[in-house]
């Protein structure tokens, strides 16, 4: 991407994080244009959360800079946290409460009130098949329905920008799916979304994708774009790629 902004939604310069001795985030400098899924890869350990901490206003850059949907995530981050979404694999679901019940609170926890709030989750429990579930207690639903359910929470307020952290990991793949088709619904309705996935049928299903190893960003751009700078075939063949060098620094180190 150019880095000019016009368009971008998110744009890091120079970020860094560290934690002690620890270099977690070194020198990123990130683009993600509006309305796109921009897919962030890397081995386990290369700095993809720390850098959706950062992001999303929960984890203060070292260094450098970053900018969510124009504000500042060092000197903003509570304006940062109004105007996002943000959803892991352990997104905080209340158990003892139903499926609307959890809905409701998150709504409010977003700042939606009386009508407004509950047109809104009225919206979520239809738009997101939930509707048959909705006094069901959360606790008890599998893997696929509560990631439904939480991804709904997460877009109770229509975030302009949706972060997934490894949002599918343990899910079968049929909710992986459909949980993919709701993602390019959303985007396609002007919403970005930055996911972080060691799926490779996800990754293919970005827009745009960037790599990143030892804190610091390898390469961005199409999948095709990527795996003819690394001259493999396969976006997998280049992950797989960056996971041996990974474990060959650790062999030596030891």
Same mark, same amino acid.
């Given at each position: 991407?150019?880095?000019?902004?016009?368009?971008?939604?998110?744009?890091?310069?120079?970020?860094?994080?560290?934690?002690?001795?620890?270099?977690? #985030?070194?020198?990123?400098?990130?683009?993600?244009?509006?309305?796109?899924?921009?897919?962030?890869?890397?081995?386990?350990?290369?700095?993809?959360?720390?850098?959706?901490?950062?992001?999303?206003?929960?984890?203060?850059?070292?260094?450098?800079?970053?900018?969510?949907?124009?504000? %500042?995530?060092?000197?903003?981050?509570?304006?940062?946290?109004?105007?996002?979404?943000?959803?892991?694999?352990?997104?905080?679901?209340?158990?003892?409460?139903?499926? !609307?019940?959890?809905?409701?609170?998150?709504?409010?926890?977003?700042?939606?009130?009386?009508?407004?709030? !509950?047109?809104?989750?009225?919206?979520?429990?239809?738009?997101?098949?939930?509707?048959?579930?909705?006094?069901?207690?959360?606790?008890?639903?599998?893997?696929?329905?509560?990631?439904?359910? !939480?991804?709904?929470?997460? /877009?109770?307020?229509?975030?302009?920008?949706?972060?997934? %952290?490894?949002?599918?990991?343990?899910? %079968?793949?049929?909710?992986?799916?459909?949980?993919?088709?709701?993602?390019?619904?959303?985007?396609?309705?002007?919403?970005? #979304?930055?996911? /972080?996935?060691?799926?490779?049928?996800?990754?293919?299903?970005?827009?745009?994708?960037?790599?990143?190893?030892?804190?610091?960003?390898?390469?961005?751009?199409?999948?095709?774009?990527? /795996?003819?700078?690394?001259?493999?075939?396969?976006?997998?063949?280049?992950?797989?790629?960056?996971?041996?060098?990974?474990?060959?620094?650790?062999? !030596?180190?030891?």
């Amino acid at each position: 991407m150019s880095g000019t902004s016009g368009d971008a939604v998110v744009e890091t310069r120079g970020l860094r994080r560290t934690f002690g001795a620890l270099v977690a #985030v070194e020198g990123l400098d990130l683009d993600v244009r509006r309305g796109e899924v921009f897919g962030l890869l890397g081995p386990n350990g290369s700095g993809k959360t720390t850098t959706i901490r950062m992001l999303c206003g929960l984890l203060a850059p070292t260094a450098g800079s970053a900018t969510v949907a124009s504000y %500042d995530v060092a000197r903003e981050p509570e304006a940062v946290k109004r105007v996002i979404g943000y959803m892991s694999q352990k997104f905080g679901l209340y158990d003892d409460l139903t499926v !609307a019940e959890n809905l409701d609170f998150y709504a409010s926890v977003y700042g939606l009130r009386g009508a407004v709030r !509950a047109a809104r989750v009225g919206e979520l429990l239809d738009g997101l098949g939930l509707r048959a579930r909705e006094r069901q207690l959360a606790g008890t639903l599998s893997g696929g329905w509560k990631q439904r359910l !939480a991804l709904a929470c997460a /877009t109770a307020h229509r975030p302009r920008l949706l972060f997934l %952290d490894e949002p599918t990991a343990g899910v %079968d793949p049929a909710a992986r799916r459909r949980f993919w088709a709701t993602i390019h619904e959303l985007a396609s309705a002007g919403t970005t #979304v930055l996911v /972080t996935t060691h799926y490779m049928d996800e990754a293919a299903r970005c827009d745009r994708l960037a790599f990143m190893a030892r804190g610091a960003l390898i390469a961005v751009g199409t999948g095709d774009e990527i /795996t003819a700078r690394f001259g493999l075939a396969t976006v997998e063949d280049v992950f797989v790629l960056l996971q041996e060098r990974e474990l060959a620094r650790e062999e !030596a180190a030891r």
